[in-house]
């Protein structure tokens, strides 16, 4: 499976990005983890690969939305971010995952996923 991570940019606080990942198969379980210099990649979102369960981090809930579309032969997943705040910056990936029963605690693990995209970056200025 490939990926193709776009939609990142420099922004202001409070500012609105919308994160895409385009994917070369369908049925693929989807997360967006991100990276900031000198840190650990963690966990933002995931989403099954029916679309029915997502799941965030607790810094990002409220102001992220995950979302698939999968209409017309697409399979995108997209990452809303509204309010942006300086402490989301970094670099952003998208992961797929096959299988099914893939959520809760296993898809917030970056090693569960068995692809992934190329990272977009994202910085928010104050």
């Known amino acids: 499976v490939q990926l193709q991570a776009s939609g990142g940019g420099l922004v202001q606080a409070g500012d609105s990005l919308r994160l895409s990942c385009a994917a070369s198969?369908?049925?693929?379980?989807m997360g967006w983890f991100r990276q900031a210099p000198g840190k650990e990649r963690e966990f933002v979102a995931a989403?099954?690969?029916?679309?029915?369960?997502?799941?965030?981090r607790d810094s990002v809930k409220g102001r992220f939305t995950i979302s698939r579309d999968n209409a017309n032969g697409k399979n995108m997943v997209h990452l809303q971010m509204n309010s942006l705040k300086p402490e989301d910056t970094a670099l952003y990936y998208c992961?797929?995952?096959?299988?099914?029963?893939?959520?809760?605690?296993?898809?917030?693990?970056?090693?569960?996923?068995?692809?992934w995209g190329q990272g977009t970056q994202v910085t928010v200025s104050s």
């Open positions: 992961g797929a995952k096959g299988g099914i029963n893939f959520s809760g605690w296993r898809a917030r693990l970056d090693h569960e996923y068995e692809y």
């Open positions: 198969q369908r049925n693929y379980n």
């Open positions: 989403i099954t690969w029916s679309g029915s369960t997502t799941d965030y």
